[in-house]
């Protein structure tokens, strides 16, 4: 393990819950400080996946107790027992906000992996990869993306939400300048929804019921606010009740049929906020009308009796002459058979008739032991105990 931390050029360090009290993690971590390495931490963040709080660490609270709290525990080295220069690492990170979050989603890890190449090449002179990065694909399929008129739906009277609006057109119009956002859900093809914490109330609410009547499903996009004051209740969609039925069934499938973008500002993380709206776009040009263009050749069948009979007989003609091929093979090896045969039954004919005189005698052996063999069944059977 030494000599890996050793000949490595970055050491990175996936930051859980309890990986600093584990002994062999940090010896690997003071290796790295040993031998001057940069260090990029990829921290946990979610709470399924035991994530790394620095406030809990710095308190041993590390184990979660049956309720889901948090409390401390059995830990093989607490927060005092970890290296001193290990812990102003951690810290420093924390504070100075260089940590990268772990993400899943496919177009937020492949952003981290490029967000990892550069960071790598800002931190040591000595690495020569990771300045210059291709392209990803995503942005070349973007700008290939047919132009759309797009509305974004959010909630006007929220000041969060109304930065989030400005935040996501500007990056939309940068990425995808052929994208043309309209003011009317009448004139848009598409739509994109920030779920705030009142967008099911007031005039938002009203917007929301228009445009599900006016689009399908795949024609819209949601993105929620995850954290804050006015971060997005997914409770909020089934305790919504509309005089309407009908409409707030589409309402409520309208948000839940979807797998909805968390939403991530470039003033955090630009290389997220980035992936992000490409994403939004490659899935804005989704929808009923892709095919609306094609042209579709319908063929006619024919109903003339003079085609159907010409059909027929060709049909037979063919069948007849796969007919008479597959019995001038079945006659040609028929007779190679044959001949071959021949000479095999005449060499064969002494030993088949020295075969059949020893299965005579066997036949002869068998049935006596048979014979004697009944007598004492039918005896067996009268015995009563």
Request: proline share 3%; hydrophobic share 30%.
């Amino acid at each position: 393990m030494k000599a890996g931390v050793r000949d490595s050029e970055v050491f990175l360090m996936f930051l859980t819950n309890s990986l600093l009290s584990r002994p062999f993690c940090l010896k690997e971590i003071g290796w790295a400080l040993d031998f001057n390495k940069p260090i990029v931490i990829v921290v946990e963040t979610e709470d399924r996946f035991w994530p790394f709080d620095l406030k809990r660490w710095q308190t041993n609270q590390c184990t979660k107790a049956p309720d889901g709290s948090w409390t401390t525990g059995w830990l093989s080295r607490t927060y005092e027992q970890c290296p001193k220069r290990i812990r102003k690492l951690v810290e420093s990170q924390a504070r100075n906000g260089e940590m990268l979050p772990f993400r899943r989603r496919d177009f937020e890890f492949d952003a981290l992996a490029r967000a990892l190449l550069s960071r790598s090449f800002t931190l040591s002179d000595s690495i020569a990869w990771g300045e210059i990065l291709p392209e990803p694909k995503e942005f070349r399929e973007v700008r290939q993306t047919p132009p759309r008129n797009v509305y974004l739906l959010y909630d006007e009277t929220s000041r969060v939400a109304t930065r989030m609006v400005i935040e996501l057109s500007l990056t939309l119009k940068k990425i995808w300048p052929q994208g043309d956002f309209v003011s009317r859900i009448e004139e848009a093809d598409r739509a994109a929804i920030l779920l705030t914490g009142d967008l099911l109330s007031g005039q938002s609410l009203e917007k929301l019921s228009r445009l599900v009547t006016s689009m399908e499903a795949t024609q819209m996009q949601c993105i929620y606010l995850l954290e804050g004051e006015e971060c997005w209740d997914w409770g909020a969609v089934g305790r919504l009740s509309l005089e309407d039925k009908v409409i707030q069934q589409k309402v409520q499938e309208s948000i839940w049929n979807h797998e909805a973008y968390k939403w991530r500002t470039s003033r955090e993380l630009y290389y997220e906020h980035y992936a992000l709206v490409v994403s939004l776009i490659g899935r804005l040009k989704w929808g009923t009308d892709e095919v609306d263009d094609v042209e579709i050749e319908i063929v006619e069948e024919s109903s003339s009796e003079e085609e159907r009979v010409e059909e027929e007989e060709e049909s037979s003609s063919e069948e007849e002459e796969e007919e008479s091929s597959e019995e001038e093979e079945e006659s040609s090896s028929e007779e190679s058979s044959s001949s071959s045969s021949n000479e095999e039954i005449n060499s064969s004919d002494t030993e088949e008739e020295e075969e059949e005189e020893e299965e005579e005698e066997e036949d002869t052996e068998s049935s006596k032991t048979v014979e004697t063999k009944r007598p004492i069944k039918m005896k067996k059977r009268k015995v009563k105990i």
